[in-house]
Nanobody, 126 residues
């Protein structure tokens, strides 16, 4: 069982920055891969970024490449998402997710993630 708690969301102007954190607890073998997904109002949840320990890989959605950076500090059991040059279209609830295994395109699919946080709201004003 894995518990995930996000923090760091808020209101920011376009062009600004935010850093999201996800504090994890529970079985470490159940969170080899950890990532971020987001859901805008009236839309489905979409992939943002993922980091896998097993393959030492990171993947990003095209819409955030070059602006967002995912990282993890295993000593602190925390996953981060550094978001720069934010745009109004980045407005969404951001969710942290974890799974014991994913690879390649499988890491983009939310169905492969067993554990989820409650989400944190990010609002970018124009």
């Amino acid at each position: 069982q894995v518990q995930l708690v996000e923090s760091g969301g808020g209101l920011v102007q376009a062009g600004g920055s935010l850093r999201l954190s996800c504090a994890a607890s529970g079985r470490t073998d159940s969170r080899d891969a950890m990532g971020w997904f987001r859901q805008a109002a009236g839309k489905g949840r979409e992939f943002v970024a993922v980091n896998t320990k097993r393959f030492a890989s990171t993947y990003y959605a095209d819409s955030v490449k070059g602006r967002f950076t995912i990282s993890r500090d295993d000593a602190k059991n925390t996953l981060y998402l550094e978001m720069n040059n934010l745009k109004p279209e980045d407005t969404a609830v951001y969710y942290c997710a974890a799974t014991n295994y994913c690879s390649g395109y499988g890491c983009y699919e939310q169905k492969n993630f067993a554990s989820w946080g409650q989400g944190t709201q990010v609002t970018v004003s124009s």
